[in-house]
Nanobody, 121 residues
Framework: QVQLAESEGGLVQAGGSLRLSCAAS????????MGWFRQAPGKEREFVTLITWTESTRYRESVNGRFTISRDNAKNTVYLQMDKLKVEDTAVYYC???????????????WGQGTQVTVSS
């Protein structure tokens, strides 16, 4: 069974940086796309970024140029480097895995428990 575990998030000031990691169980196929989604209070879960098994990436427009996704298949780990953070980036961030290449949460079969990222002004 595929299991995903995000690292602890945190509190950071606007303009700062934070790196999240997502450790996947060894059963996670290396061909899966790995994604990050986020959900702010009172809002729907939204796509942030994904990386395919060929390391092709996609980003939400509002984070493009500030966030970077990467993966280390040898360690079964995906990283999300978040720079120039804004207050509006505050949300619970979820790691997810999918056999497809899609920005839709419905296409992701496996999810982590989520980790809180809070950006203060």
């Amino acid at each position: 069974q595929v299991q995903l575990a995000e690292s602890e998030g945190g509190l950071v000031q606007a303009g700062g940086s934070l790196r999240l990691s997502c450790a996947a169980s060894e059963r996670t196929p290396s061909t899966y796309s790995m994604g990050w989604f986020r959900q702010a209070p009172g809002k729907e879960r939204e796509f942030v970024t994904l990386i395919t098994w060929t390391e092709s990436t996609r980003y939400r427009e509002s984070v493009n140029g500030r966030f970077t996704i990467s993966r280390d298949n040898a360690k079964n780990t995906v990283y999300l480097q978040m720079d120039k953070l804004k207050v509006e980036d505050t949300a619970v961030y979820y790691c997810a895995a999918s056999p497809h290449v899609s920005t839709s949460a419905r296409q992701f079969d496996y999810w982590g428990q989520g980790t809180q990222v809070t950006v203060s002004s």
